[in-house]
């Protein structure tokens, strides 16, 4: 296959909601092994340090359901590693049941080799999801790599051609070869490498579980770390590595250590590239009650490089927000010979009492001739002073009162907690002569919950005016309402205002991740006009963006409740709720969207049909100053097309008119500013939009 290597960068939630589908807390990663460690050795060392008595055996449909609800879905999206072929499916969810195509576990080390036996069938380091029908097409059959002109067979997305050779988009195929005597295959090239590190772990910590051991999977294990190679580590694997080991309990070391493939199995390293990592992996800083502290970590280049290196630091995780610190390092420039550099952040104080948060370090985009070593990430620990729990009652970010039983009740119903966030929306429970009666939603860096108060609530001190932005220390028992977590406040207190406002979360979905939390739904229209009759405590109204119906919940408290209803295609943004069918466990289903005020309807102007997004697609996302945008549809080849790039406001920031779809198109990103985006691609009829973040 033509090595056109295309770098796709996945928009990743952070890990930040540890106990998400019923996961448990990352556990620590074990240490590196020491430098004169290799071979034979090091493997024994690494399954010794790295899996024995740390990994929990699941069994093969838990396994298989944390795959595909957890440790391979992001944004509520699955994705078929052979294919490319995406599909929309809630976190915490199981295999999903598919019209268009069932999806089905790969198992990287064909089960039939091990006889369907634990521990290896339910080791979801080698698990990934795939398309039935690849999945069959792989079958058993070795990993290789296949002269283009011997396929006979070419899959991508949910289509296949035999024999022809695909002329464009070419690296985004996976690769049958069928001769009568033997059969191989050969996956997309953005899942070679992740393959390789999958066969060397499993292989590493279960060394005698086929009996011809790696040589059964692939001819030549050289082919193998020349993928490992080619198909480096990415943020999306990384991501992956530790969701499994919140799984199942440990971690693979070729991922968090991937020069440890060549020393492990006896390959030559590649020596060109210095290597460059963070001194340790993690470090804390207390916080203070004001001013700033300042927060240093060491980056070091091994060995010294003759010319001239750079590599950039970026903030991919943690729970702390931008009001917590600044980054005050965004690149590093090592002049040729010297090996050290300083990262500096610094932290902001208050005297505010709030859970210990992280800030998650990585180095990206290392210069030719660098590469990321034995540490690229670290993490920093911001070590709260201001008290822990006090009068017995513990601060706890929000995620942890959000975590529920199988039931839909949350696992601290009836605690009291003491929760920090920022208010979103208005009053929805408002009454005009008592200002203790308030429903309205709190919401910090792991996830939001609704603060419920009645006139019967006179346990707390004062009344509250509810303004969106204010920070609120709340002290409160947890509740629940047709499924919707609340609090009851017993007091609460104003320790900020005017704090930003996240951008809302694009999503197709309504489910237990929307929830309190601030989204938008594009393209809808309302199904029947009818249902908006301005009438009683409120109103439900249904819309539709042709593929999906969402319950849109009008309150009586917004201004939107005195209005006509909106008219043709408009975009929403409002908070998640839920209203269950049941009222009482086990709550299911009834999650709505509730717009705040009147301006959460965008309007879309020259509506066209809305049709499936899956077949545009942009690369890299997040991007910094271009992007890749096609089309896979043979139906849109050489259409004329408009396309159009929307801010969150639904303001076209960037449009290019009389564009011919025969290849791919680049857009030019650099000079918007950061933040989330709406591509469009509109023909005289249609429209597809997908969602595209910018970085700098």
């Avoid at 359901?65 to 499916?89: H, P, T, W």
């Avoid at 992956?240 to 006896?266: D, F, H």
Wanted: charged share 15%; net charge negative.
């Amino acid at each position: 296959m033509k090595k056109i290597f295309l770098v796709s960068l996945l928009s990743l939630a952070t890990l930040t909601g540890w106990a998400q589908c019923g996961t448990s807390a990352a556990p620590t990663m074990p240490a590196a092994p020491a430098a004169n460690l290799s071979g034979q050795a090091l493997k024994d060392w690494l399954k010794q340090n790295w899996y024995d008595g740390k990994r929990t055996s699941l069994g093969y449909n838990t396994a298989r359901d944390k795959m595909f609800g957890y440790a391979d879905n992001n944004s509520n999206k699955i994705r078929c590693v052979y294919g490319g072929y995406e599909y929309n499916l809630s976190q915490c969810s199981g295999r999903p049941s598919v019209t268009t195509s069932s999806f089905n576990t790969e198992h990287t080390i064909p089960q039939s080799f091990f006889g369907q036996a634990t521990p290896y069938v339910d080791d979801i380091h080698h698990l990934f999801p795939t398309v039935d029908d690849w999945n069959n097409v792989r079958s058993n059959y070795k990993f290789a790599e296949i002269t283009d002109a011997q396929a006979t067979k070419w899959m991508r997305g949910l289509s296949e051609q035999s024999a022809t050779i695909p002329t464009a988009n070419i690296d985004e195929y996976s690769e049958f070869r069928s001769n009568g005597t033997s059969s191989v295959f050969e996956p997309r090239e953005d899942h070679k490498g992740n393959i390789a590190r999958a066969i060397f772990y499993f292989f590493t910590v279960h060394p005698t579980a086929v009996s011809n051991g790696i040589t059964s999977v692939v001819d030549n294990p050289a082919t193998l770390y020349q993928w490992h190679l080619q198909d480096p580590v990415d943020a999306t694997e990384l991501q992956r590595n530790t969701r499994v080991a919140q799984a199942q309990g440990n971690y693979n070391p070729y991922i968090a250590y991937p020069e440890l493939v060549a020393r492990a199995w006896g390959f030559t390293p590649v020596a060109s590239d210095t290597l460059v990592s963070f001194v340790q992996a993690a470090g804390s800083v207390v916080e203070g009650n004001a001013g700033t502290t300042s927060y240093t970590i060491s980056v070091n280049l091994s060995p010294a490089a003759a010319t001239p290196k750079t590599v950039a630091v970026q903030v991919t995780g943690g729970t702390a927000d931008a009001s917590d610190f600044t980054l005050a390092t965004t690149s590093l420039t090592f002049a040729a010979g010297v090996t050290s550099q300083v990262v500096t952040v610094n932290v902001t104080g208050d005297a505010t009492n709030e859970p210990d948060e992280t800030i998650v370090l990585s180095l990206v985009n290392p210069s030719t001739g660098l590469s990321l070593g034995l540490t690229p990430t670290h993490t920093i620990t911001i070590t709260n002073d201001d008290g822990g729990s006090i009068g017995g009652i513990p601060t706890v970010p929000i995620d942890s009162v959000r975590n529920n039983r199988a039931d839909g009740t949350p696992y601290m119903l009836g605690k009291s907690v003491r929760l920090y966030g920022t208010v979103y929306g208005v009053n929805i429970n408002k009454n005009a002569t008592n200002g203790k009666v308030f429903q309205f939603t709190l919401i910090d860096p792991t996830n939001g919950v609704a603060i419920y108060s009645t006139a019967a609530n006179a346990a707390l001190p004062s009344p509250y005016t509810v303004t969106q932005g204010d920070s609120l220390r709340v002290v409160g028992k947890v509740t629940i309402y047709r499924g919707l977590t609340e609090i009851v406040p017993d007091s609460m207190a104003i320790v900020a205002t005017n704090r930003p406002i996240k951008t809302p979360l694009i999503v197709d979905i309504l489910d237990e991740t929307t929830e309190s939390n601030l989204v938008r739904v594009e393209n809808v229209h309302i199904v029947t006009p009818s249902q908006w009759t301005g009438t009683g405590s409120g109103f439900n109204v249904d819309v539709t963006n042709g593929t999906t119906t969402f319950q849109m919940r009008i309150d009586n408290d917004v201004d939107l409740y005195a209005q006509p209803a909106p008219t043709g295609t408009f975009h929403l943004i409002g908070i998640g709720g839920q209203f269950a069918t049941t009222s009482a466990a086990p709550f299911a289903g009834g999650y709505q969207i509730l717009p705040r005020w009147a301006t959460d309807i965008i309007p879309v102007t020259g509506t066209k049909q809305n049709i499936k997004n899956a077949a545009l697609k942009l690369y890299p996302n997040p991007a910094q100053k271009t992007a890749t945008l096609f089309v896979d549809d043979v139906a849109w080849t050489n259409k004329t097309v408009e396309i159009s790039i929307s801010n969150t406001l639904g303001q076209v920031v960037k449009s290019q008119s009389g564009v011919v779809l025969t290849d791919k198109v680049t857009l030019s990103v650099a000079e918007l500013p950061q933040g989330v985006y709406t591509v469009s691609v509109a023909s005289a009829t249609q429209v597809m939009q997908k969602q595209l973040v910018v970085t700098k």
